[in-house]
């Protein structure tokens, strides 16, 4: 089991910036990859980006060169770093993990909204 908490959503001019954290209960390098997922709404639910255990990233295109996912193994955290947002950005953030029997979990959502 994994217990996840998101925090750092909120309201943000367009062009400007974020940090959301995503706190895990366990150490995450059990884990084989953790990452954030947004939904607008009345749309599906889609991957931003995400950081397996070995440390390579990987982004949703639309996210390219704003967004970026990192991680402390210390403090079983994992980031994403969002800058030059747009209203498109809009949504509830979700953080995933994913262990290595393929077991998702789901973090309870942070709200961000980019106004324009």
């Known amino acids: 089991q994994v217990q996840l908490v998101e925090s750092g959503g909120g309201l943000v001019q367009a062009g400007g910036s974020l940090r959301l954290s995503c706190a895990a209960s366990?150490?995450?390098?059990?884990?084989?990859?953790m990452g954030w997922y947004r939904q607008a709404p009345g749309k599906q639910r889609e991957l931003v980006a995400t950081i397996i255990s070995g440390g390579l990233t990987n982004y949703a295109d639309s996210v390219k060169g704003r967004f970026t996912i990192s991680r402390d193994t210390v403090k079983n955290t994992v980031y994403l770093q969002m800058s030059g947002l747009k209203p498109e950005d809009t949504g509830v953030y979700y953080c995933?993990?994913?262990?290595?029997?393929?077991?998702?979990?789901w973090g309870q959502g942070t709200q961000v909204t980019v106004s324009s």
């Open positions: 995933n993990a994913e262990s290595w029997s393929n077991v998702p979990y």
């Open positions: 366990r150490g995450i390098f059990s884990i084989r990859v």
